[in-house]
């Protein structure tokens, strides 16, 4: 059971924004830790999408956009394309189960 | 450029233990810890504890502490996770990543994972 929620799918027609939240708590997000987020097509290693909460890695498009506040985060993603079509994770840090922490992924499906 | 390459896929019986092999190339070694993560079946990211190339010191989620073990050989620039007790929940994908620090200096808990290995598969029957 991850301490990051988020919700299990999401939906969008090509071109469209789509937005995945992740919810955490006073231990994680809500402590200050630093949120990141990854793209994970199957068969395939995890790709950094977001990093510190807003900071995107060379290479990825800015359609992607993270965001921080309170006790939550989410990733934005503007002008849907077919190759988005994936799992999501967010990631932290949890200070009482002194370990690292990933959400419970979102599948997004391009219409 | 900086990669990690995993070795192949295993099978073990319950009770069983196994190492998987992840080297490292294109980066200074021991400048960055690397974590280990895992999928299992239909199943979310994992994270399962890191190593400090450099000390050797290894920290490890509470879920696997007293089974696991991650150490690594900075001669051949590799790290290896071994779990113990294997059952048949172990049954995922084992992945190894490099540590990104979003912020410098990096800070305790602040780990990104921004260069992964393929994965190795793990089936425990």
């Known amino acids: 059971q991850s301490v990051l929620t988020q919700p299990p799918s999401m939906s969008g027609a090509p071109g469209q924004r789509v937005t995945i939240s992740c919810t955490g708590s006073?231990?994680?997000?809500?402590?200050?830790?630093?949120v990141h987020w990854y793209q994970h097509l199957p068969e395939t290693a995890p790709k950094l999408l977001v990093h510190?909460?807003?900071n995107r890695p060379s290479g990825v498009p800015d359609r992607f956009s993270g965001s921080k506040s309170g006790t939550s985060a989410s990733l934005a993603i503007a002008g849907l394309q077919a190759e988005d079509e994936a799992d999501y994770y967010c990631?932290?840090?949890?200070?009482?189960?002194?370990?690292?922490?990933f959400g419970t992924g979102t599948k997004v499906t391009v219409l | 450029q900086a990669q990690l390459v995993q070795s192949g896929a295993a099978v073990r019986e319950p009770g069983a233990s196994v190492k998987i092999s992840c080297k490292a190339s294109?980066?200074?070694?021991?400048?960055?810890?690397v974590h280990w993560v895992r999928q299992a079946p239909g199943q979310g990211l994992y994270w399962m504890g890191f190593?400090?190339?450099?000390?050797?010191?290894?920290k490890y989620a509470r879920k696997y502490q007293d089974r696991l073990s991650i150490t690594r050989d900075t001669s051949t620039s590799t790290v290896y996770v071994e779990l113990s007790s294997l059952r048949s929940e172990d049954t995922a994908v084992y992945f190894c990543a490099r540590r990104y620090c979003s912020r410098s200096p990096c800070v305790p808990g602040g780990d990104a994972f921004d260069i992964w290995g393929q994965g190795t598969m793990v089936t425990v029957s």
């Open positions: 190593v400090n190339p450099f000390t050797g010191g290894p």
């Open positions: 990631q932290s840090y949890d200070s009482s189960l002194s370990g690292y922490v």
């Open positions: 294109g980066y200074s070694f021991t400048s960055q810890y």
């Open positions: 006073s231990s994680n997000i809500g402590a200050g830790f630093d």
């Open positions: 510190g909460n807003n």
